[in-house]
T-cell receptor
Framework: DQQVKQNSPSLSVQEGRISILNCDYT??????FLWYKKYPAEGPTFLIS?????DKNEDGRFTVFLNKSAKHLSLHIVPSQPGDSAVYFC????????????FGGGTRVLVKP | GAVVSQHPSRVICKSGTSVKIECRSL??????MFWYRQFPKQSLMLMAT?????????EQGVEKDKFLINHASLTLSTLTVTSAHPEDSSFYIC???????????FGPGTRLTVT
């Protein structure tokens, strides 16, 4: 049972345009959400997070939106840069359950120059 | 920043031997560390949660006698794959949580190949 899903396995976007990555979850106990960027044979790099008490968090080119009623979150990257090409993982945790992360399947992003 | 290191980055061992992987938080104290496993083109799967000074908590389906975890200090956790078999070949990644925060910071991973 996949509690965190990223339905788009890949995304291709032109440099300078917006990248929108989507993530859906089913467990209503999740109250903290994170996005990670990962290159092959490396560990994930933390990008941005959002608590369930917020609906938006922004950090530079990265913005995460949370729609609790729809159990949906998205990551916007604008403007996209070639260096953003990587696999992006959405992750969710329930702080009452010890902050264990449940990861989505990942979305591979390719930013074309 | 929060830096987590892993050693070794890559290891090849023969079937039946044991391999130890170290995970260190370099610039912060980590009350909790996690061990993940990633198969090619798949997501990260949590194996176990490691709390300093106590026994690790293993996820369902993970053999605790095969994957020994020790979290002896606030900056070091080790994962020992005992009696390794080719099916244990995988990419193992650790993460650490800085005390009082929620974000997990990941190590660079260890590629284990069992021949």
């Amino acid at each position: 049972d996949q509690q965190v899903k990223q339905n788009s396995p890949s995304l291709s976007v032109q440099e300078g345009r917006i990248s929108i990555l989507n993530c859906d979850y089913t467990n209503s106990m999740f109250d903290y959400f994170l996005w990670y960027k990962k290159y092959p044979a490396e560990g994930p790099t933390f990008l941005i997070s959002i608590s369930s008490i917020k609906d938006k968090n922004e950090d530079g080119r990265f913005t995460v939106f949370l729609n609790k009623s729809a159990k949906h979150l998205s990551l916007h990257i604008v403007p996209s840069q070639p260096g953003d090409s990587a696999v992006y993982f959405c992750a969710a945790s329930a702080r009452a359950a010890g902050n264990k992360l449940t990861f989505g399947g990942g979305t591979r992003v390719l930013v074309k120059p | 920043g929060a830096v987590v290191s892993q050693h070794p980055s890559r290891v090849i061992c023969k079937s039946g031997t044991s391999v130890k992987i170290e995970c260190r938080s370099l610039d912060f104290q980590a009350t909790t560390m996690f061990w993940y496993r990633q198969f090619p083109k798949q997501s990260l799967m949590l194996m176990a949660t490691s709390n300093e000074g106590s026994k690790a908590t293993y996820e369902q389906g993970v053999e605790k006698d095969k994957f020994l975890i020790n979290h002896a200090s606030l900056t070091l956790s080790t994962l020992t794959v005992t009696s390794a078999h080719p099916e244990d070949s995988s990419f193992y990644i650790c993460s650490a949580i800085r005390a009082g925060l929620y974000e997990q910071y990941f190590g660079p991973g260890t590629r284990l190949t069992v021949t």
